[in-house]
Nanobody, 115 residues
Framework: VQLQASGGGLVQPGGSLRLSCAASGFTLDDYAIYWIRQAPGKEPEGVSCISTGVDGYYTASVKGRFTISRDNAKNTVYLQMNSLKPEDTAVYYC??????????WGQGTLVTVSS
């Protein structure tokens, strides 16, 4: 049973990346899935969330630039990140929550936005 986050990398300001959060051993659709990021020297920050029957939630700093989506057939949640800024640089984690309890965490994928 695990979550696998991937898709990070180095991108120039204004560029795009798509992060993936793939689940094995359980069904993502049964959980609320969060993307959480932690920048160097900063506290973790909730970026986005998707759950059954609820449109995506986004923290204010990424609203209009990031889009969260789910592909149930692939048991994967995506975070499409456009118009990236240097302040988006962080390790991005995905996590699965059930009834307000964290159940699973991915290992994190590094996003670096720099020219």
């Amino acid at each position: 049973v695990q979550l696998q986050a991937s898709g990070g990398g180095l991108v120039q300001p204004g560029g795009s990346l798509r992060l993936s959060c793939a689940a094995s051993g359980f069904t993502l659709d049964d959980y609320a899935i969060y993307w959480i990021r932690q920048a160097p020297g900063k506290e973790p920050e909730g970026v986005s969330c998707i759950s059954t029957g609820v449109d995506g939630y986004y923290t204010a700093s990424v609203k209009g630039r990031f889009t969260i989506s789910r592909d149930n057939a692939k048991n994967t949640v995506y975070l499409q990140m456009n118009s990236l800024k240097p302040e988006d640089t962080a390790v991005y984690y995905c996590a699965a929550s059930e009834s307000g309890i964290w159940r699973y965490w991915g290992q994190g994928t590094l996003v670096t936005v720099s020219s």
